[in-house]
């Protein structure tokens, strides 16, 4: 269970079945969290078996149907076997994508390259393997980012540009049989910077909550809200939510 504690109860997905990629830890966690409190069955993937264990079991022990599968989503062969025995689903949540710092001509050329091959063509091919599976009425929902600058993230910047075409274009090619859909979030303090010392962690929070017109930091169920949004709403496709407390609208 993450630290954001019990699992919540309506969260409207009742008989459905969930896929969370990258659904051990932080924001995909937190959205396993929420679908299983709504009596979703779910399903998550990720690369740590031992994290994954972590994660089903707390999701198990609040009665909730999961099973978890070992995947590296960058890995084109583990890719292949984990939809090829997954079966059909009713929405997949997808949080890959590596983050990355610098721009483009102080960041290595491998570097910008791994994190656009990480946001935009390990989930292009998610999306190609998913489509088949999702049920009439399903819905595929990706993972951006927002806050950073082209000149500060170079890879990540053009990776999240990616993400959101790619949804505009696999909202039309899958219509009017499944939605598509990403979320953005800015910098939030989530297990991803658990390599992150606690100085580092703290004044990056603050640097980004003096940044942020809101005056401070997402939560992750702040975040996770955002999925189960347009997981739920029928009506919305092809649409990037930034959960940014309006941080790219500031001076
Ligand atoms: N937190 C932020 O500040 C922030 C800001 C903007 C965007 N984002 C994006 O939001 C997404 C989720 O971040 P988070 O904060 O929730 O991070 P997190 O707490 O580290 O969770 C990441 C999850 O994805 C899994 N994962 C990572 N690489 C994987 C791979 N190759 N194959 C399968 N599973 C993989 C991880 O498990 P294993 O490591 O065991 O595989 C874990 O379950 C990322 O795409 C990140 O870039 C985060």
């Given at each position: 269970m993450s630290e954001q504690g019990e699992v919540a109860a309506g969260s409207g997905s009742a008989g459905e079945r969930i896929v969370v990629i990258g659904g051990s830890s932080g924001i995909g966690l937190r959205v396993a969290e929420l679908a299983a409190g709504g009596g979703a069955d779910i399903v998550i993937a990720g690369r740590d078996p031992q994290r994954l264990d972590a994660a089903v079991d707390g999701l198990r022990a609040h009665g909730a149907a999961v099973e978890g599968v070992r995947l590296d989503a960058h890995d084109p062969d583990q890719r292949e076997?984990?939809?090829?025995?997954?079966?059909?689903?009713?929405?997949?949540?997808s949080t890959i994508g590596v983050p990355m710092g610098g721009g483009f001509l102080s960041a290595p050329a491998a570097e910008i390259r791994r994190t656009i091959e990480s946001k935009f063509f390990a989930n292009l091919a998610i999306a190609r393997l998913a489509a088949p599976l999702i049920r009439d009425g399903g819905s595929l929902t990706f993972t951006s980012g927002t806050g950073g600058r082209a000149q500060d993230a170079a890879g990540s910047y053009?990776?999240?540009?990616?993400?959101?075409?790619l949804v505009e274009g696999l909202a039309v090619?899958?219509?009017?049989?499944?939605?598509?859909?990403?979320?953005?979030?800015?910098?939030?303090?989530?297990?991803?910077?658990?390599?992150?010392?606690?100085?580092?962690?703290?004044?990056?929070?603050?640097?980004?909550?003096?940044?942020?017109?809101?005056?401070?930091?997402?939560?992750?169920?702040?975040?996770?809200?955002?999925?189960l949004f347009l997981i739920h709403n029928t009506f919305i496709t092809g649409q990037q939510i930034a959960v940014d407390g309006g941080i790219m609208l500031g001076g």
């Open positions: 076997s984990f939809f090829a025995t997954l079966g059909p689903f009713d929405h997949l949540v053009v990776g999240n540009l990616a993400i959101h075409a090619e899958l219509a009017p049989r499944a939605r598509v859909n990403a979320v953005a979030p800015t910098w939030t303090p989530t297990p991803l910077w658990k390599d992150v010392s606690e100085a580092e962690l703290a004044a990056t929070k603050a640097r980004f909550a003096s940044a942020i017109p809101l005056g401070r930091t997402a939560t992750i169920d702040e975040l996770a809200d955002a999925y």
